[in-house]
């Protein structure tokens, strides 16, 4: 009865061996990892994604690497300007492992290197620039930091996609001046805008009045010429109305009676006026006196017979 617990024993402990030399020749490696393997404490190779088998007390996994795009997010780093301004920046970088030998050869804790040389790169790329040059040039100091940590990341088997600057933050009392600097570019636009606004307005409001001058004068003139014009042919009508008459007058052979009743019609007009002197011809003094006889005898018809 020993016996037999001693061989199911052994027994036992050989198959927990045998699964256990399984387990560890046999790896999966799943999608978008890559493993590192040693021989006897050297690298062997690199193995990627399906079924690997490794020699039991031989090889052995020195690292485990995903090959996924990474992100870093750094904690604020203080940095001082070219014009002795110290401020705190924090930025984000953007990694992928494309070589799992350099990445675990290549440096001790690459993670780490990678955050001290964006601090060390951000501080010299700052240190050449002025307070206002470091708000305003984020795309400048994001491209420098990129290919600079691309250059010096590549030995490492790490590739620098992007780098941004996530905040800037400046001392207080660089804050305030600024905020107060802001404002005051908002009040001289606002007070450029009112400036300008009444300079169109006014400039509107006097070519308005100019074009209606112009419209008035224009309308005036053309009042005035369809006056004109309106008298002229007036005067042109009356004047045909007598040019007919005369000749009709001419044409019907008026007789001397006619001219002379003519003349005394005209005569009667001249003294209806205001004149104090009229001149009377010397052939109309005959006919006056004709004209006296002629009304005395239709006063009194018994002279006449």
């Given amino acids: 009865m020993l016996d037999f617990i001693v061989i199911y024993l052994w027994l036992v402990i050989l198959i927990l061996l045998a699964i256990i030399v399984i387990a560890r020749t046999i790896r999966i490696v ?18 990627n994604v399906g079924l690997h088998i490794l020699i039991p007390l031989l090889d052995r996994i020195a690292n485990k690497v995903s090959l996924k795009e990474q992100v870093m997010d750094f904690a604020p780093q203080p940095v001082i300007t070219k014009d002795n301004v110290t401020m705190q920046i924090d930025t984000v970088v953007y990694f992928q492992i494309t070589d799992p030998r350099l990445f675990t050869y290549g440096v001790v804790r690459p993670l780490n290197a990678i955050e ?28 420098r930091m990129r290919s600079i940590l691309d250059e010096a990341t590549d030995p490492w088997g790490i590739k ?20 107060k600097q802001m404002r005051a570019e908002r009040e001289r636009r606002e007070a450029i805008l009112q400036a300008e606004g009444k300079k169109t307005a006014a400039i509107l409001t006097a070519e308005g009045k100019k074009e209606s001058m112009i419209l008035e004068a224009s309308a005036e003139k053309e009042a005035q010429i369809a006056r004109a014009e309106g008298e002229a042919e007036a005067l042109r009508l009356v004047y045909e109305a007598q040019a007919k008459g005369i000749e009709y007058i001419n044409s ?28 009377i011809p010397s052939e109309l003094q005959g006919l006056a006196s004709a004209v006296t006889s002629i009304a005395e005898i239709a006063r009194d018809p018994k002279k006449e017979k």
């Fill in 116 to 143: 001290n040389l964006t601090a060390t790169t951000l501080r010299n790329i700052i240190g050449d620039l002025e307070l206002d040059e470091t708000l305003t040039s984020r795309d400048i100091i994001n491209s």
């Fill in 160 to 179: 620098i996609h992007r780098v941004e600057v996530k905040n800037i933050i400046p001392p207080r009392d660089i804050q305030e001046a600024m905020e």
């Fill in 252 to 279: 019907a052979s008026p007789k001397q009676a006619y001219v002379t009743l003519e003349g005394f019609k005209a005569l009667e007009k001249l003294a209806e006026g205001e004149a104090t002197k009229i001149i």
């Fill in 30 to 47: 799943p999608q978008s990892y890559a493993y590192v393997v040693e021989r006897i404490g050297a690298y062997n190779r690199t193995c």
